[in-house]
């Protein structure tokens, strides 16, 4: 197992470059946890003792503001890491995070995660990249929401999530993850009704298909034109 775990660093970001034997000593660190579909990881607000790295399964980070809007940040897949920032700044939790489906993840504790960071700066520069990356993301989001209408910002998710899950087949492509409207609505800023008229209509067009709770883009050109 550790083993496996090892070669799972290797494709998480803030491990990269770290030598087999370094990225051992981490993966025996990490405690590995199961958790459920539409289970919570943790919830906005806690206080921050753990950070995770996604060994199998999809997760959605989000957060609900005090008139109880949910708003979904990111999805997270395979070698993917959260849960870093509480850590560093000893604040509470910035978002919850759930299983949209069955996951597994690693575990490493605040303790053991703090003395790799003074152990190794290229851990240091790396996490201050990802960090960065997070807040380009949040602020392409909130651009998006003022500046783009509602069906450019549906078509944009499509497309980011087909190329993330996305399988081609049948002469389109196949996103791999179910998410429901309102899912799709938290990611977008965008209502559930309006999630799913934009969908009823692009499946009349016959632009995509709704699949037992996925979507499958017949005509990623056309949903290309509306960004």
């Given at each position: 197992?550790?083993?496996?775990?090892?070669?799972?660093?290797?494709?998480?970001?803030?491990?990269?470059?770290m030598?087999?034997?370094e990225?051992?000593?981490?993966?025996?660190?990490?405690?590995?946890?199961?958790?459920?579909?539409?289970?919570?990881?943790?919830?906005q607000?806690e206080?921050?003792?753990?950070?995770?790295?996604?060994?199998s399964?999809?997760?959605?980070?989000?957060?609900?503001?005090?008139?109880?809007?949910?708003?979904?940040?990111?999805?997270?897949?395979?070698?993917?890491?959260?849960g870093?920032?509480?850590?560093?700044?000893?604040?509470?939790?910035?978002v919850?995070?759930?299983?949209?489906?069955?996951?597994?993840l690693?575990?490493?504790?605040?303790?053991?995660?703090?003395t790799?960071?003074k152990?190794?700066d290229?851990?240091?520069?790396?996490?201050?990249?990802?960090?960065?990356?997070?807040?380009?993301?949040?602020?392409?989001?909130?651009?998006?929401?003022?500046?783009?209408e509602?069906?450019?910002?549906?078509?944009?998710?499509l497309?980011?999530?087909?190329?993330?899950?996305?399988?081609?087949?049948?002469g389109?492509?196949?996103?791999?993850i179910?998410?429901s409207?309102?899912?799709?609505?938290?990611?977008i800023?965008?209502?559930?009704?309006?999630?799913?008229?934009?969908?009823?209509?692009?499946?009349?067009?016959?632009?995509?298909?709704?699949r037992?709770?996925?979507?499958?883009?017949?005509?990623?050109?056309?949903?290309?034109?509306?960004?």
């Amino acid at each position: 197992m550790i083993e496996q775990d090892a070669a799972l660093l290797a494709r998480c970001e803030l491990f990269q470059g770290m030598s087999l034997e370094e990225r051992k000593r981490v993966a025996e660190l990490c405690i590995r946890r199961r958790f459920r579909a539409r289970e919570v990881i943790f919830n906005q607000g806690e206080i921050g003792r753990e950070m995770y790295i996604v060994v199998s399964g999809r997760l959605r980070g989000s957060a609900t503001s005090e008139e109880g809007k949910e708003l979904s940040f990111f999805i997270l897949q395979e070698s993917d890491l959260f849960g870093e920032l509480a850590l560093i700044d000893g604040e509470t939790r910035s978002v919850t995070v759930t299983a949209i489906d069955s996951c597994e993840l690693l575990v490493l504790r605040q303790i053991d995660f703090k003395t790799l960071l003074k152990q190794n700066d290229m851990i240091g520069l790396r996490l201050l990249s990802i960090l960065a990356g997070k807040i380009r993301n949040t602020n392409s989001l909130y651009e998006s929401s003022v500046f783009i209408e509602i069906p450019g910002r549906l078509a944009g998710k499509l497309l980011d999530l087909a190329e993330e899950s996305g399988v081609e087949m049948d002469g389109g492509i196949l996103i791999d993850i179910r998410l429901s409207q309102y899912d799709l609505g938290t990611l977008i800023n965008a209502s559930r009704e309006s999630v799913n008229k934009q969908l009823k209509s692009w499946e009349a067009g016959k632009i995509i298909e709704l699949r037992s709770g996925k979507i499958f883009i017949r005509e990623p050109d056309l949903l290309e034109a509306l960004l």
